[in-house]
């Protein structure tokens, strides 16, 4: 149900790329300009932990606030493919038991590729995946790995940076061992880009 108020929220995004096409900036960005930015994420999920303990399977809920720093290169019109830089800040709560309910914090980084491909109305799909490592135990090493696909609206105030609201669905797991931690859920984001040399790919996609 969550996913699809969720849904529901985005969609006059894209309903509003739709009917303001014909006089908004088009988000047509020329092979070889250059994607500085990021976006800040929040997000709540319900989560199955096997890590904490020994003797039982752990059900709780997690709060996510993620900054994500994406740079990136046209390697085609409209395609950028670059790096993710994300910092991730993470309180759990135990809701199985109740001699564990106190929140769990945690921060850590993490950092891989992600392409994104954007529509003349503005309109992008991405997929990222990243991975890193969390050394809060002195003897344990956990391994982490996330990804996640979504799309996007890039509005465009200017010629060279944008406004840009996303809706994501992100999978993360924690593993030591032949144990691990995962959740799933909807994120919410919303970010600031600037695209280097998009001025230049503005004019001379005008022709095309």
């Keep these: 149900m969550r996913k699809i108020l969720l849904l529901l929220l985005f969609i006059p995004c894209i309903a509003f790329a739709q009917e303001n ?13 250059i994607m500085l930015g990021g976006t800040l994420h929040a997000s ?10 020994s003797q039982q399977t752990l059900e709780g809920s997690k ?12 390697v085609l019109h ?15 709560r135990i809701t199985s038991d109740a001699e564990q309910n106190k929140p769990d914090n945690h921060t850590f980084g993490l950092m891989g590729p992600f ?4 529509l003349d109305n503005g309109v992008f799909g991405e997929l ?10 002195a003897n344990n090493k956990y391994n982490l790995f996330e990804t996640s696909a979504g ?12 406004i840009e609201p996303t809706l994501s669905v992100r999978y993360f797991q924690q593993t030591l061992g032949d144990k691990k931690y995962t959740s799933i859920g909807p994120v919410l984001g919303v970010g600031i880009q600037a695209y280097l040399l998009r001025k230049k790919a503005h004019v001379i996609k005008r022709a095309l």
Excluded: C, P, W
């Design 21 to 33: 096409e014909s006089y908004l900036i088009k988000a047509k960005v020329k092979q070889g300009s």
């Design 44 to 53: 709540a999920y319900k989560t199955t932990d096997e890590l904490s303990s």
């Design 63 to 74: 709060i996510n606030v993620m900054f994500r720093a994406k740079n990136g290169y046209f």
């Design 78 to 92: 409209d395609l950028v493919v670059g790096l993710d830089v994300t910092i991730d800040y993470q309180s759990t």
């Design 115 to 118: 392409v994104r491909y954007y």
């Design 128 to 137: 990222t995946t990243t991975v890193g490592f969390d050394n809060f135990s």
């Design 151 to 162: 799309v996007g609206y890039a509005f465009f105030f200017n010629e060279k940076f944008s």
